[in-house]
């Protein structure tokens, strides 16, 4: 990949640029990567605008959902993390349900725009991310990637990222409920 990448918080400040990457749709389906943030039926619900409205209304009460890559100032990737209680579908999930009992931060979406991916976008958000984390009071960072049971899987189903680019960027496997899904975790 030609150019040097550059990591920005999500903000009002270049919301423009969240919007232009996610493009019109709202990249999976009008998630607006609200899915991990709301229950089921009020993600469904509100797919599309109605998300897209509510990620902007967070972003501008000063909350900051996730970190965006740049390459020559054009937005080419998005990665969504914070603390875990703020994610109820990790709550609810048996796959997913917490390890032991320690405060850990989570990341829960990877968004690589389509001309960038598989050229190491990933591994570089989760390294920054780490540090973002870090930097914010987080003593773990935890992931929930794809193992994929086939040497291609579609990219509409590796949201979470894949479990190379997390081992590539320095996470463990901590616990496997799931043939297909690893809990990974950074020890910052």
């Not at 509100?46 to 100032?73: I, S």
Request: aromatic residues 10%.
């Amino acid at each position: 990949m030609d150019g040097v990448m550059e990591f920005r918080p999500l903000t009002s400040e270049n919301w423009l640029a969240f919007e232009t990457l996610f493009g019109v749709k709202g990249a999976c389906g009008g998630c607006w990567c609200m899915y991990p943030r709301l229950p089921d039926k009020e993600d469904k619900a509100g797919r599309g605008e109605v998300n897209h409205q509510k990620m902007k209304a967070m972003v501008d009460a000063g909350k900051v959902p996730g970190l965006l890559a740049f390459q020559d100032n054009a937005p080419i990737g998005w990665i969504s993390l914070g603390p875990r209680e703020e994610f109820p579908r990790l709550r609810n999930s048996k796959i997913l349900a917490p390890v032991d009992e320690q405060s850990v931060w989570s990341v829960v979406c990877l968004f690589i725009a389509k001309e960038f991916r598989r050229q190491g976008v990933s591994v570089e958000l989760l390294v920054t991310a780490a540090e973002f984390a870090k930097s914010n009071g987080a003593a773990i960072l935890e992931g929930y990637p794809t193992d994929p049971n086939s040497s291609k899987q579609p990219d509409a189903f590796v949201w979470t990222g894949i479990h190379t680019a997390y081992l590539k960027s320095g996470f463990v496997e901590v616990e496997r409920r799931s043939k297909s899904r690893p809990i990974m975790r950074k020890y910052l």
